[in-house]
Nanobody, 123 residues
């Protein structure tokens, strides 16, 4: 079992930066990959970024490439999502997910999910 708790969401303005954190507990952190997803009202949950268990491979959705960075600190059992140059369309609830089988870019590939943290970007 893996428990995930996200933090760091909030209300920011267009162009601002925000860093989300996801603290994991339970199974050994370094044994599974992690991902960030987001869901805006009326939309399906979509992939944002993923990272493998060692942290040497990362994946990004096209809308966030060059602006968002996923990283993990296996000593702190935490995965981060650094979000720069935020846009109004980045507004969503952001979810952390753990343990994927496959590409790491599909929500159905992940076993464990956090409760989500709201990010609102005002124009």
């Amino acid at each position: 079992q893996v428990q995930l708790v996200e933090s760091g969401g909030g209300l920011v303005q267009t162009g601002d930066s925000l860093r989300l954190s996801c603290a994991a507990s339970g199974r050994a952190f370094s044994t599974y990959g992690l991902g960030w997803f987001r869901q805006a009202p009326g939309n399906e949950r979509e992939f944002v970024a993923g990272i493998n268990h060692r942290g040497v491979r990362t994946y990004y959705a096209d809308p966030v490439k060059g602006r968002f960075t996923i990283s993990r600190d296996n000593a702190k059992n935490t995965v981060y999502l650094q979000m720069n140059s935020l846009k109004a369309e980045d507004t969503a609830v952001y979810y952390c997910a753990a343990e994927y089988v496959g590409s790491g870019q599909g929500s159905d590939e992940y076993t464990y999910w956090g409760q989500g943290t709201q990010v609102t970007v005002s124009a």
